[in-house]
């Protein structure tokens, strides 16, 4: 929890005038500093297995992966680094934002699959034709989907029906 943090963001960045890197297992706002006479804004990026976890166990169980080697977390881990854009580097950031992470789960399946596949690792014969598509196809949606229409059309007379029997 950030109440047990042995440093906070806005001591980092003040300490080292915004020369530091910050990443921490606990969230942070946002922090605002002048540095040099000038407003500077630093966005703390929270480090924890949210960004790396979705897409190895997406791309090792769709393709089953066997054995899970260190090496495809390195895979994972340099692809993280490859979603990062100038954007987010520009204000302290060191991970993209947590609200594309589907994205980057995507990415780093893709990229951590092609490798095992490249290797001989992934017992899923034969290997898709578009990796990408074969996973993201496969990818849980989190988003509610109603199983009835938002308007239902009732049939003629039914609505005066019940209205004349009030």
């Known amino acids: 929890p950030t109440s047990k943090s042995e440093c906070t963001a806005e001591r980092a960045y003040r300490i080292t005038e915004g020369r530091c890197v910050f990443a921490s297992g606990s969230p942070f706002n946002d922090v605002a500093l002048k540095i040099s006479g000038m407003e500077v804004h630093f966005q703390p990026g929270q480090c924890n297995n949210s960004y790396i976890f979705p897409g190895m166990g997406l791309a090792i169980t769709l393709c089953q992966i066997r054995p899970v080697l260190q090496e495809l977390f390195v895979i994972a881990a340099e692809c993280l680094a490859d979603q990062v854009e100038e954007k987010d580097l520009n204000v302290g950031r060191v991970f993209p934002p947590l609200k594309n992470i589907r994205n980057v789960s995507l ?60």
């Open 107 to 166: 990415a780093i399946a893709v990229r951590v699959a092609e490798y095992a596949y490249s290797k001989g690792l992934c017992n899923r014969k034969p290997q898709p034709e578009d990796i990408e598509l074969y996973l993201s196809k496969k990818m849980y949606d989190p988003n509610y989907i109603p199983c009835m229409p938002e308007v239902y059309d009732w049939p003629p007379g039914v609505i005066d029906t019940i209205s004349s029997e009030l």
